[in-house]
Each structure stands twice: as C-alpha cells, then as structure tokens.
C-alpha cells in the first residue's frame, strides 16, 4: 500500500514538472523572422542546402538558391513563408560548394539563443517612423577556408550572432540530389569563373581580380577584429548633429540618432567600412555627407597603429564654409590623418 502512495506520489510530481515545462514552452516569445544569404562579391558560393532551425520551424536552403556572392555581410533575397511567427532558431546547418576553392564545405552548430532573445527584446528605434522595432532576418555568411558568419538584420541594424567553422567534405554525383547535379559537371566552377557570360561578378570586380588576385582568404577574420571607438562630427558653430550611419568590414551596421547618438561612447566595433550622416546649420538648411569608402589598407593600418585598447574617436570635420571634410581617428595623445576616403557632400536639402 505504501509502495503505492509512493508511485502516485512520484508519478505527480513528474506530471506537474512536464506540465509547468510545456506551459513554460507555450509561453515564450515567438518572432517573425526569415533567412538569406551573403558571401565576397570575390568568392562565390554555390549552395547545396541547409537550415535554421527552431523547435516549430525550418528555415531552409538548397540549390534553389544559386550562386551567392552579394559582398561580406550584405544580405541577399528571401524566400517567404507561411509560418507568421515562429520561435528563436537554435541550430544552424549548412553545405556549399566554394567555386574559387572547388571544395565542398559542411557543419552544423549550435546558436546561442539567449544573445538572439535579447536581440530580439531590445531591438531599436526605426529612424523613419519613431516607433520601436526589431530584427527581421538571419543571414549567413559563407567565406572561404570554411567561415561561417550569422548576423540578425533589421532596417539599419545588423548585428554577428557568431562566427563558425565549417570542414570540407566530398559530394559525388551519385550522392547528389538531383537538383544539384548541375555543380558536379566538368569545368563547372572554370565555367562560372572565367566565362564573363555567366555574369558571376561585376565587371569591377572581375578587373580586380585579373589585376591583384583573389583576396587573402584570412582578411574575413581580420575584418571580425574590434577597436574602442566611437564616431564624432565637428561642425560649424550653431550647427546641429542629426545622425550618424555606418557599416564596418565585418558586416555589422549601427544607424545612431535622437537619445542613440547622444548615449553613443567608446564601444568594441569592428573598421568602419563607410559612413554618412546629415546635419543642419544655423540656418537650419540640412546637409548630407557621405564616406563612400574607406582605403582598407590605409583605414586599417590607421587604426592597428593606435591599438585595440586606446579609445579612438574617429573625427569628421566640416569646413566653415561648408563645402569640405577632413577625416582623421585620435586617441588620447595622438591624432592620425585619414586622406584617402572617398567623401561626398551635399548641397542644402532643405
């Protein structure tokens, strides 16, 4: 008889916890989110298949997709879906074909979900309607030697959820599927590579290559390196700061304004890759200015001489008569020259 009470007793307490453990599961937030893709516009990337996968939902990828290489970070298209909202990914799988590689890579990790929850929680402040919102898609970043980066993206925003590695592996034709054959045909990646009718890069891009090479394959971990800085604008006097966007070499974006840019301070980012901002004179005319491009050499030099651990302001400049820009990046004690930026002005907008 005791031996019963106990088994009843044993047999409750387990229900309740599977109970409490399945509400618990039926209370979390769900998200509505998407994948896609992006690798350097040097390296294409021709995608066998793979998956985000949630505990209510698979996002995936096969060869559908095609040839990526929309450049480090940049995100591609999407594929829509029915599932409205769905939980919070928690693996990653993934297998492509590295056409400049001619080499098949593969993985499978797990994703830290309580970095993308708070992502999620957070999110940010859309800057064209006022209103608090949040992260949209995944985008996973396919490099050569096998890197994997995954970033969350939303309008102006785009943060590295985390960076993987991949290991190679041997697809054969009769282990193919059938859409996927068309990868393992002879000369395929030559075909793709050096046939400008294929369109695969950008004509720009092709001249580069003929010209310097492809890329060190290493410069996409180079790119994940931070510095302590923070942007700051010197403008005429009575002038008015509006906002500051940028991208930096590792693919993450950041669109500072109104209470984000006066909050903004020294933080771990990686080299700005380009930048702009708006601002509004005495006369409350407003202007545009624009940092194209950085010279990645130069750009990263600049900020290696000056070191990880030195907060490092990086100072843009405009003239007194409003028509220039001076670039430069200044620690504590010392102040460095940024002269070859690509930089455009506006004429007043309004």
Sequence with gaps: ???????????????????????????EQKYSWLGTLSAPQEYPMEIYKGALIADDFTYSF???WGTQNTGWGNEGGTMSVETSQMDIPHNLEFTWYSLVENKFYTGKWDLDKEKIKDLFEKGFIDQDNGKKTTYSNFIVGLAPKGKVVLWINGPGNQKEIGAFQAHDTIITKEKAYDNAQYMLKEGFADRMLKDPSYETFKPEIRAKI?????????IYETYRERYSWKPLVILPEGSEWIDFGFTNYNGEQENLFGESLKADTYKKRAVPKF???YWRDKNKKRYGVWVDSFDEEEIFDLFQKLGKEKNTDLIIKISPDNTGASLSLKSEKEELPVTKAKIRLSRAIE
Excluded at 11 to 24: G, P, T
């Design 1 to 27: 008889m005791e031996t019963s009470k106990l088994r009843i007793i044993i047999l409750f307490i387990v229900s309740s916890f599977s109970l409490i453990n399945c509400q618990n599961k039926k209370m």
């Design 210 to 218: 003929e010209k310097e090479g492809y890329p060190s394959p290493d």
């Design 275 to 277: 930048c702009g901002f």
């Design 62 to 64: 096969d060869a559908i």
